[in-house]
């Protein structure tokens, strides 16, 4: 059995072999010097060419917000850290964005793009987000609580700008909207302000080989790589340490997810590292564009919360899809080895039927191994709303508690084993 359709493996990006450098346009190392205008220039003048490799040598470089242009590389040394500004203003005028899952106007990205096709990350430095000016901000509920309500309320959207002392959200580090052929490949990130590298409605795109280090225990919401309304998508290779998720796949929330019905497609996840983490491969809670045929293979997880987690909550609406998941490995986990729930009560989601309850469906696990969870399986449907068509092969988990299931309908079990 399975349930997971192959499709046409992205490429990423395409970049013109052409090449400058920052510093040919005035910009100073040493992590004292604002350079965001040189490296705006050096991003200019390539973008008016047609595009081509923008080089941030080694060393220490302070900028403010990074904009990339469709056709440009951003590339580093191992030795390059790029350490952007803690001075809120650097971040305006407020762009075009999506935060949890909602549109908006709010501060800039670090690193961000808009509407862009062939851009790409490379190289093996450093991005530092220097986001500890930022992590206290997720006390501050007044935004994200008005932006919820505009989207339910459909608000317009160029009245739906968050980026004062009241009313504000905090930026990501990467964050690419409604882009074309998207190459992520090498770097490190760390200090995030916020989810750390967040691709959303991109098409083409490759993640490879990146890092996210983030401090778990106080750096809150910095997913490591979340892909959000993505198609014809590659994740492979990433190593987590954070303080939130570790690679998430998104695709909006409620009545603007629903609305704006970008799903997320045709994704590869593969060779992923999770270290203290929240889940290592989630999806969700905001699915309410629609999430479908993913395939997630060769991880390992230790240290975390929870291994494979599925989650949406009764107001999402939408279908969960053709998800597969092989070869699993799993040292140990707080609360769940494999979480497929439909209850997922935080941020005001509400219990019981709603208007627009969501779907779960096609789910298969085939070959996870766990030393040690506090619960083994955890599918948790609702009465009238089952999650259907779960196929669970091949599992060895070591738990205080084998499964709690309820509300599932055609569940196929094969070849688990629960040691003590």
């Known amino acids: 059995m399975g349930f997971f359709t192959p499709f046409e493996m992205p490429t990423g990006a395409a970049i013109p072999a052409r090449q400058v450098s920052v510093a040919d346009f005035g910009a100073v190392p040493g992590g004292q010097v604002n350079n965001t205008r040189a490296f705006a220039a050096a991003i200019d003048h390539l973008a008016a060419l047609g595009g081509g490799r923008v080089e941030i040598p080694g060393g220490k470089w302070l900028t403010g917000p990074i904009h990339l242009k469709s056709g440009i590389e951003l590339h580093t040394q191992p030795d390059t850290e790029v350490l952007f500004s803690t001075e809120r203003a650097d971040y305006l005028p407020p762009v075009p964005t999506l935060f949890e899952g909602v549109r908006c106007y709010t501060y800039s990205a670090q690193l961000y793009a808009y509407q862009c096709h062939d851009i790409a990350v490379t190289g093996q430095g450093t991005f530092n987000g220097q986001g500890f000016v930022w992590w206290y901000l997720a006390l501050n509920r007044a935004g994200v609580e008005a932006l919820y309500q505009a989207g339910e309320e459909q608000t317009p959207l160029k009245d739906r700008v968050y980026a004062d002392d009241e009313l504000l959200l905090r930026p990501g580090l990467l964050h690419f909207v409604d882009c074309e052929n998207v190459t992520i490949d090498g770097p490190t990130f760390t200090m995030s302000p916020f989810w750390t590298v967040h691709p959303t409605w991109c098409r083409n795109i490759i993640v490879r080989d990146i890092k996210v280090k983030n401090p778990w225990d106080h750096a809150p919401n910095t997913d490591a790589c979340n892909l959000e309304g993505c198609r014809r998508g590659l994740v492979d290779g990433v190593f987590a340490d954070t303080g939130d998720d570790a690679v998430c796949l998104k695709s909006g929330r409620n009545r603007d997810g629903r609305e704006a019905a970008r799903p997320c497609e045709n994704i590869v996840v593969r060779h992923i590292t999770a270290d203290r983490c929240h889940g290592g491969i989630t999806i969700g809670s905001e ?114 508690h084998n499964a709690d299931i309820r509300a599932v309908e055609n569940l196929s079990m094969e070849a688990l084993s629960f040691p003590t």
């Open 287 to 400: 699915t309410s564009g629609g999430i479908r045929n993913i395939l997630v293979e060769d991880c390992e997880f230790r240290n975390s919360l929870i291994g494979i987690w599925i989650k949406t909550s009764h107001e999402r609406g939408n279908v969960i899809e053709n998800i597969e998941y092989h070869r699993v490995r799993i040292k140990n986990v707080r609360d769940y080895a494999v979480c497929v729930t439909m209850g997922y009560y935080v941020d005001g989601n509400q219990a019981g039927p709603q208007p627009n309850m969501p779907k779960i469906r096609r789910v298969l696990v085939d070959g996870l191994s766990c030393e040690h969870a506090g619960t083994a399986i955890q599918i948790d449907g609702v009465e009238g709303y089952p999650i259907s068509d779960v196929c669970l092969k091949h599992i060895t988990c070591r738990s205080g």
